[in-house]
Structure formats: structure tokens, C-alpha cells
């Protein structure tokens, strides 16, 4: 059989653009990431706090989501009440000049409607 004939999909589920838009095609993950690279480090409470309109239960799950792929690091001290701290990793900041180039674009593009 001629191989030009044959269809291929271009994006299988392991292509690597595929995965990427997959874990931030959210409405939160992002922004978390922009937040943490303009603070360091910062603790559940104030993160939450810098994020206008998200649950406290996709917070958390976008929380979990991200440290498991490894683009930030949790660390609970042993306090009551219990003392948790995020921020990015390597791999974390390792996609800012991205994120920055997409908030350039949208706001330089994106026209914000009339509030």
C-alpha cells in the first residue's frame, strides 16, 4: 500500500503539544503559576486569595494537578493550625517566558468589555 495514501492523525495522545494543552487549558493553572513567580513563595490562604471567582475545591484539585506534573512543590510544616507553602519548581519556571508572552499577546489584543 502506497504510505502517502495512509491518513495519519497529527496529534496522537502522546504528543507532547496535546499534553501540554491539556494540562493548562483550565481556566486556573496559569494564573497559579503567574502568581508564584510574582511572589516565590506563598501559603494556601494567600494564593487562594489572589485568585478572584475559584472554589476552594478546583483551588485545591489545581493545587494537586499541578505538584503531581511537577511544576510546583508543597511543603507542610508540622504546626497546628497545619503550615503549607507552594512554589514553583524548575520545570514550573521553566514555562514562564511562555506564560509571559501569552499575557503580553492577550493584553495587547484581547479588548476587555465594558464593565
Known sequence: MNKILIKRK???NKC?????MHR????????IIQILSEENILRFGELLSRIDG?????FS???KML??????????YPEVPPKVEYKLTKLGQGILPYIEKISTWAENNIKRKKE
Open 10 to 12: 497529527p496529534c496522537d
Open 16 to 20: 507532547p503539544l496535546r499534553i501540554v
Open 24 to 31: 493548562f487549558g483550565d481556566k486556573w493553572s496559569i494564573l
Open 54 to 58: 475559584i472554589s476552594l475545591k478546583v
Open 61 to 63: 484539585s489545581t493545587l
Open 67 to 76: 505538584e503531581k506534573d511537577g511544576f510546583i512543590s508543597r511543603k507542610v
